[in-house]
């Protein structure tokens, strides 16, 4: 963007109503000015909260929870003592509805598994999965596509049409059936949620390098380029210093609204058996469970189900504020 006479200063600089309009401060309060993007990025942190806290140590989690109990309720919460843990026969029994059911108790406010475990437990641990996951798969798409998005617009050519056919080969496959085959393949018919990770990211560097190579398609023209062309910087680091850069906006948005549908797709592999298999708490694997149960106690379904819609929906709440803060026709 051109900046006219009256945007400068009388030094001849940009003035500071220009250079507010730039920069991580000004796009964070361009995003918390808009309510559904505010309330967006609070769902966003406080799955990353309760996923990092779960993380770091599970001991001081079962603590807090514990002394919450204390004051708030006559039992003590049995939760984060471990995920997985089965009790064993006569300590409590399987498939317990949750506190507000006339069945329920207060022990376990979400109710049980078939296997006695606290569901709260694993909703909370299903977070730390599932949201890794989704941040991981996203991540190895958007450098991926980057990288290749990148030298394939920059340099153009025979390189720009061997890369792009590379790229729209991938992109022409079913994203489902190429994970799945990918996972089967490569784990040697056990399905493991590491390869699935893996094949989420591949099918997702298509889409990024596309959109990295129309920007860079763009920037590549402009006079700062050329500029360093002319003084003998290495292409390598033109595209590192300058290109990337002044490239990055769109695919962040593209990347923060990718790891909602990450999360999604992830838990459709883990509902197939593709994805975490048992005993790992995670919600697509929750949902393969509990849709035996959908007459005795449905509350198994909606738990995770309700879990996986949160936190996709504040994942797209806060790509598109971030996508109306960095977009340049609405900085006037």
């Known amino acids: 963007m051109a900046i006219g006479e009256s945007q400068l200063d009388g030094d001849g600089g940009p003035s500071e109503d220009v250079e507010a309009q730039f920069g991580w401060r000004y796009t964070f309060g361009k995003v918390m000015q808009d309510t559904t993007a505010r309330w967006g990025l609070y769902v966003v942190a406080f799955v990353l909260f309760v996923s990092a806290y779960t993380m770091v140590d599970s ?3 079962r603590l807090t929870f514990g002394a919450i109990s204390d004051f708030a309720m006559a039992e003590a919460l049995p939760i984060f003592d471990h995920p997985e843990r089965i009790p ?18 207060l022990s376990h406010p979400l109710g049980t598994d078939p296997d006695g475990r606290d569901y709260f437990t694993r909703i909370v641990y299903g977070a730390q999965v599932s949201v890794s996951v989704g941040i991981v798969s996203t ?12 030298v394939s ?3 153009g050519g025979r390189v720009d049409d061997v890369l792009m056919r590379l790229v729209e080969t991938v992109y022409a496959i079913p994203p489902l059936i190429l994970i799945i085959v990918f996972t089967v393949f490569i784990s040697g018919g056990t399905p493991d949620i590491t390869y699935a990770i893996i094949g989420v990211g591949i099918t997702f560097i298509p889409v990024f390098a ?6 860079v398609l763009s920037v590549r023209e402009m006079d700062y380029i ?3 062309k002319a003084s003998g910087v290495k292409n390598r680091n033109i595209i590192r210093r300058h290109v990337i850069p002044n490239s990055f906006a769109p695919v962040l948005v593209y990347a923060t609204l990718q790891i909602g549908v990450t999360i999604l797709i992830v838990a459709g592999l883990s509902f197939l058996g593709f994805g975490a298999q048992p005993p790992t708490p995670d919600w697509g694997q929750m949902l393969n469970v509990s849709h035996g149960y959908m007459h005795s106690n449905v509350w198994l379904s909606i738990w995770p189900g309700l879990a ?6 504040g994942f797209n709440l806060f790509g598109d504020g971030l996508q109306d803060a960095l977009d340049p026709r609405t900085n006037d």
């Open 139 to 150: 991540l190895i798409g958007f450098v991926g596509g980057t990288i290749v998005g990148a």
């Open 226 to 228: 050329e500029a360093a």
């Open 153 to 155: 617009g920059f340099y």
């Open 308 to 313: 996986i819609l949160v936190t996709i929906m």
């Open 88 to 105: 064993p026969p006569g300590e409590i029994e399987g498939n317990v509805p949750p506190a507000f059911h006339v069945d329920g108790t």
């Open 59 to 61: 001991n001081l989690s």
């Open 210 to 215: 596309r959109i990295i190579r129309s920007e």
